[in-house]
């Protein structure tokens, strides 16, 4: 399991059960013909994402899913980093307003806290990291990072997406994510460039 040569796996487990997140990177991993399968298909217990940095969270996901199914898995873990506010919410995007906090609650706390912050000042970006684990104990797990340069708007935008969306603008095309098509953010996005990389880990490029 060290070594051994890498190609993309025919079938993989998407250790997430966010819909948002299943659906960009079913179509992304579709067009280079992985199947991929929910890990809601298997027995797969609920983890805590108790890592501090992006990367420790995904490779938890990765490997209690790779667990649970018996399948090598990808998981994703991603989130906004606001300069103005040292990175935050970071990896505690998903709770940044509270445990159960929604996306409602999670952007109505952003913006609060940019509140006043001139538009020069909202930079930030959205980051994904990436594991792929081939098995539970593989030794040499796969870390791909993706990172998506924006700034948070003033006020929501666009009904398309999920999370954090409505508030990010894509400052080369004038709109936010939520404004885009599917198709046009899996092209642009944070998990679509550390996917990329993944590939080209995957196929040796
Ligand atoms: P995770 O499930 O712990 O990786 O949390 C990811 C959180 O980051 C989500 O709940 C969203 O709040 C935010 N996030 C990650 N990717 C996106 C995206 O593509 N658009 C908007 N928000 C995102």
Known sequence: ?????????????????????????SALLGRWGVEVVSQSAFDVPPVEETGETFAENAL???RAAALGSGLPAIADDSGLTVDALGGAPGVRSARFAGDAATDADNNALLLARLAGVPASERGGAFVCVLAMLRAADDPLPILCEGLWRGAVLEAPRGEGGFGYDPLFLVPSLGRSVA??????KNTLSHRARALGALRARLLGR
Not at 3 to 22: C, D, E, F, Y
Not at 179 to 184: F, G, I, Q, S
């Open 60 to 62: 938890i996901k990765a």
């Open 179 to 184: 404004e885009l098509a599917p198709a046009e």
């Open 1 to 25: 399991m060290g070594s051994g040569r890498r190609t993309l796996p025919p079938r993989v487990v998407l250790a997430t059960g966010n819909q948002g997140k299943v659906r960009e990177l």
